[in-house]
């Protein structure tokens, strides 16, 4: 069997074309330089919208060219064995029809929880992430969103062909399909928070979300079904056959996707560029585009142009002599300014309250001295914010300048 460099090197031959022209007909989404590489063996584990972009112009097989990649492509997507299952429904009296579809959701929830468990950190912004960009400003102009705010959800079901089943409510589901079913069975369907049903073209949502996250679960089924070489992928083999890797990815490009189009691309960091670094402001814009506070938070530090530290923190049960609480980092998102002037943020995995930091979030927020790259020691401004879900720290300098939009709460 051939390597994929040695493939995509003999589908160019055949077609006669030069590294450049490949990248011209490609309208440059692979470049040149990019592509000599994957032929020499020296890029490894190009994306999937690169091999689906080379097979489209090559009129080469896409599945082939993801087996040759190093993803898992099963050529057949069989429902669960018989025999693998005729102990759990050995006690039911169901249909075949309903057997079939309890083993579908018990199958979608396995794929998601191994695809969850496996995710790398790195793939929290994809490699494809310029290209699903791309994908979400046609679907923005498609569906004529112009200025509104927030997106509007149903003009982006419209523009795709998509609709949102009322909401999957679990229970009726259970009342009319497994009643007699094992627990083991509530459980996974129970932990279901929304699919997307290609055949039917319809979104399924967990009644019990947060209106914030039932919209961002519609636009990750959404980003789903408007990147192409997902679509192409999902439908030649069926959600159940996609491999755990190749799922992983899929399912970071969606929620890219949907963050893309909750936050109109890069309209909301435009936006923020006026407001002060500062826990209303980011309040203030997650009501404007009807975002949760921590997919709003992230965006607005992770996106701004100053330097700034998002900490994401957990109390821990930890007794202290002083009675403060210590804290677990869940995770840090800084921004590119703030890695450029402080480095690597707070590699320890707990701080505690006899630690500068830790006497700050103690005391409801502050300032506290973190020494920058050049062994200055500058003092930070430090603001605690929580809600029912997670803990959170905005850390930024005193001395990043004024801001021409300044936001504050009503006490």
Not at 123 to 152: F, M, Q
Not at 233 to 247: H, I
Request: aromatic letters at 10%; hydrophobic letters at 35%.
């Amino acid at each position: 069997m051939p390597t994929l460099g040695q493939e995509l090197f003999r589908l160019r031959k055949l077609k006669g074309w030069t590294l450049r022209e490949v990248e011209e007909r490609t309208e440059r989404q692979v470049s040149n330089s990019y592509l000599y590489q994957l032929e020499k063996g020296s890029a490894k584990e190009p994306s999937p919208n690169i091999l689906y972009q080379l097979s489209l112009i090559y009129d080469a097989s896409y599945p082939e060219l993801m087996r040759l990649a190093g993803f898992v492509v099963p050529s057949e997507s069989p429902k669960a064995s018989p025999v693998g299952s005729s102990v759990a429904f050995s006690s039911l009296d169901l249909s075949n029809e309903e057997r079939d579809e309890v083993m579908d959701f018990i199958e979608f929830r396995r794929k998601k929880k191994s695809a969850e468990m496996r995710t790398p950190p790195r793939l929290a912004v994809p490699p494809s992430a310029p290209a699903v960009a791309a994908e979400v400003r046609k679907l923005l102009r498609a569906a004529d969103i112009g200025k509104r705010l927030p997106t509007p959800k149903n003009e982006i079901l419209e523009c795709t062909r998509l609709v949102e089943i009322g909401e999957l409510d679990l229970n009726s589901f259970k009342q009319s399909k497994v009643g007699r079913a094992a627990d083991a069975f509530y459980r996974a369907l129970e932990r279901i928070r929304g699919f997307l049903d290609r055949r039917s073209k319809e979104i399924y949502i967990d009644p019990q979300l947060h209106d914030s996250r039932k919209t961002f679960v519609t636009f990750h089924e959404v980003a789903h079904k408007i990147l192409p070489w997902q679509q192409v992928q999902y439908t030649e083999d069926d959600d159940r056959s996609l491999s755990v890797d190749c799922d992983t990815l899929f399912e970071s490009e969606a929620n890219f996707g949907a963050a893309e189009i909750l936050f109109q691309c890069d309209r909301f960091e435009l936006e923020a560029k006026d407001f002060e670094l500062a826990i209303p402001s980011v309040l203030h814009l997650a009501e404007r585009y009807g975002a949760s506070l921590h997919s709003s938070l992230r965006r607005f530090v992770e996106r701004n142009h100053r330097p700034c530290l998002l900490l994401v923190l957990k109390p821990t049960s930890r007794a202290n002599e002083d009675g403060g609480t210590s804290f677990l980092v869940s995770h840090a998102v800084p921004s590119r300014a703030f890695t450029l002037e402080f480095g690597a943020p707070f590699s320890q995995p707990f701080i505690n309250p006899d630690q500068g930091l830790g006497a700050v979030l103690n005391n409801d927020g502050g300032e506290f001295t973190l020494t920058d790259l050049k062994g200055v020691r500058r003092t930070c401004r430090v603001e605690p914010f929580n809600n029912q879900y997670s803990h959170f720290a905005m850390i930024y300098p005193t001395n990043v300048g004024p801001s021409r939009r300044r936001v504050r709460l009503k006490t």
